[in-house]
């Protein structure tokens, strides 16, 4: 827990998101003893809609089950629909494997990949501003109808 923080600019992300109306989910592999508290000690807790622990779905990404029961509860549509994430073998593949965009942030805890796993869009490094420029100009999914 010593190493916990938030990324650089993920507020002013989750921030720009809110303001287009947009719907914010949590798909975590992780447990929830650990994640709630995290959460609540990063104040990020109340910045999202939803959130789905693996360790209380049962399923885990990038096992398509665990995407479908987020979409099947909010009645979210596969083509307004993106995933954003930092690791290609469980994010990525899980948004592909149910036929939506994804986004792919690589970073320092990015794990190796299968390189043949796609991502709609993806830059190296996490940098929220350029992350919303991608996003403004490439995704529907980020402007407001």
């Keep these: 827990t010593t190493h916990i923080r938030k990324y650089k600019n993920v507020d002013k992300l989750l921030n720009e998101?809110?303001?287009r109306d947009k719907?914010?989910?949590?798909?975590?592999?992780?447990?929830?003893c650990f994640t709630i508290d995290e959460l609540k000690d990063l104040d990020l807790l109340d910045k999202f809609?939803?959130?789905f622990i693996s360790s209380e779905i049962g399923y885990k990404k990038p096992d398509p089950y665990f995407l479908k029961f987020l979409?099947?509860?909010h009645k979210l549509k596969v083509k307004e629909t993106i995933l954003i994430g930092n690791d290609l073998n469980s994010d990525i593949l899980c948004a592909n494997s149910v036929?939506?965009?994804?986004?792919y942030i690589e970073d320092k805890?990015?794990?190796k990949a299968n390189k043949k796993i796609k991502p709609t869009y993806s830059i190296k490094?996490?940098?929220i501003d350029k992350v919303i420029t991608i996003l403004q100009?490439?995704?529907k999914k980020f402007i407001n109808k």
């Design 17 to 19: 998101l809110r303001k």
């Design 23 to 32: 719907n914010i989910y949590l798909l975590s592999n992780a447990q929830t």
């Design 49 to 51: 809609d939803d959130i």
């Design 71 to 73: 979409m099947n509860k």
């Design 99 to 103: 036929g939506i965009d994804s986004f």
């Design 109 to 111: 805890l990015s794990s």
């Design 125 to 127: 490094g996490m940098n």
């Design 137 to 139: 100009k490439n995704s």
